[in-house]
C-alpha cells in the first residue's frame, strides 16, 4: 500500500483548517512522527489516525477510501494491531489503545466491536491491575454480547472462550480451566478454516501447562509433542520455543535430566533465532542449573 496517499492527505487537511504539524501533534504524538507521516516515510497505527482525524473533522474511515488506497477496515486494523500488543505483553500501550477507541462510535455503537476493546480491558484488569473478579467479570460480558449457543463460535469467540481458560488456571481452578480448553478443542474441531493458526499452539500448550501444575508430566508433553508436530507441518513457529521449554521442564520435573537438557538448548535456539532476549537470561540460568545437577559444569 502507498501510505504516502495518507500522509498527504493528512498534510491538505491540516492546513485546510489551518494547524501546524505541531499543533495537530499535540496530544497525539510529536510534530516529527507527524512530519513523517506526511511524508509517507511510516503509516500511523490506528489509535493514531483515529486521534489525527478526530482533529482534522473527517470520519477515520475517510483515509481509507481516499485516490488509489485500497479499502481497509479500520476495526480489522485496530484487531491486528490489538494481538499484536497483546501478544508481545505489551498491556499498557494496549490498554491506551482501548480507551481511545472506547470514545469512537465505530466501537461503542456495534456490540461485536465493543466485544473486541472489552476483551483487551479484562486482560488488563485482570494481569495488571490484578483485579480478577473485575477482569473475568468483563471477560464473560464480552462474550455474552455475540455469543449463540444455536452457532458454532466465531473464531474471536473462541479466543476470548480460551482467554476465560487462563484466567482460571491464573485463580487456580485448574479442572475449571481444563474443562473451558476441552471446549475450546471441541469448537475448533468443528470449525472449517482456521485463520490464525496460532490458536491451536496456543491451546494446546495451555493444556500442557495445567496438565503440569496437576503434575501429569507425560500427559502434559503429549500436548506439547502435539503443539510441536502442529507447528512444524504448517509451517508457523509461533510458540515454538516456549513448548521446547516446557517440554524440557516436564522431563527436569521427572528426573530425566539430559533430555530436560536437550529440550532447554532446543528452546534458547528458537529465541536466539528469532532474536527474542525476553527469556534469554532465564532459560541460560536453568542450562547452567541442569547441567550442574549432571555433573557437567
Not at 485482570?126 to 468483563?138: M, V
Not at 487456580?172 to 471446549?183: A, D, I, R, V
Not at 496437576?214 to 510441536?228: D, F, M, R, V
Amino acid at each position: 500500500m502507498d501510505y504516502s496517499i495518507i500522509g498527504k492527505k493528512i498534510k491538505e487537511l491540516r492546513k485546510v483548517v489551518g494547524l501546524t504539524q505541531g499543533d495537530l501533534a499535540e496530544g497525539i504524538c510529536t510534530q516529527a512522527l507527524i512530519s513523517r507521516i506526511e511524508k509517507g516515510d511510516i503509516y500511523p497505527s490506528a489509535t493514531a489516525l483515529y486521534q489525527i482525524s478526530q482533529k482534522l473533522g473527517v470520519d477515520v474511515n475517510y483515509f481509507f477510501e481516499i485516490g488509489t488506497t485500497p479499502r481497509l477496515d479500520y476495526v480489522k486494523e485496530v484487531e491486528r494491531q490489538l494481538r499484536n500488543l497483546r501478544v508481545k505483553l505489551m498491556y499498557d500501550e494496549m490498554i491506551e489503545m482501548v480507551r481511545t477507541e472506547e470514545k469512537n462510535p465505530l466501537f461503542f455503537r456495534n456490540q461485536t466491536n465493543l466485544q473486541l476493546l472489552y476483551w483487551h480491558k479484562s486482560i488488563y484488569i485482570f494481569e495488571i491491575e490484578k483485579d480478577r473478579d473485575a477482569g473475568l467479570a468483563l471477560l464473560k460480558t464480552a462474550l455474552s454480547l455475540t455469543m449463540n449457543k444455536k452457532r458454532a463460535m466465531t473464531e474471536r469467540e473462541i479466543e476470548i472462550h480460551m482467554t476465560l481458560g487462563v484466567f482460571e488456571y491464573g485463580n487456580g481452578h485448574l479442572e475449571k480451566s481444563l474443562t473451558l480448553y476441552e471446549e475450546v478443542r471441541s469448537a475448533l474441531q468443528s470449525s472449517t478454516q482456521l485463520n490464525d493458526k496460532s490458536i491451536k499452539t496456543r491451546l494446546l500448550y495451555n493444556i500442557a501447562r495445567t496438565l503440569t501444575r496437576l503434575g501429569k508430566y507425560k500427559e502434559s508433553n503429549s500436548y506439547c509433542n502435539q503443539a510441536i508436530k502442529w507447528c512444524l507441518e504448517e509451517e508457523h513457529l509461533f510458540g515454538l520455543g516456549e513448548l521446547y521449554y516446557h517440554t524440557g521442564y516436564n522431563y527436569e520435573l521427572e528426573g530425566e535430566l539430559e533430555k530436560a537438557l536437550s529440550y532447554i538448548n532446543k528452546s534458547i535456539l528458537i529465541f536466539d533465532m528469532y532474536g527474542d532476549n525476553r527469556y534469554h537470561q532465564y532459560l541460560q540460568k536453568k542450562r547452567e542449573e541442569i547441567s550442574r545437577k549432571m555433573g557437567i559444569l
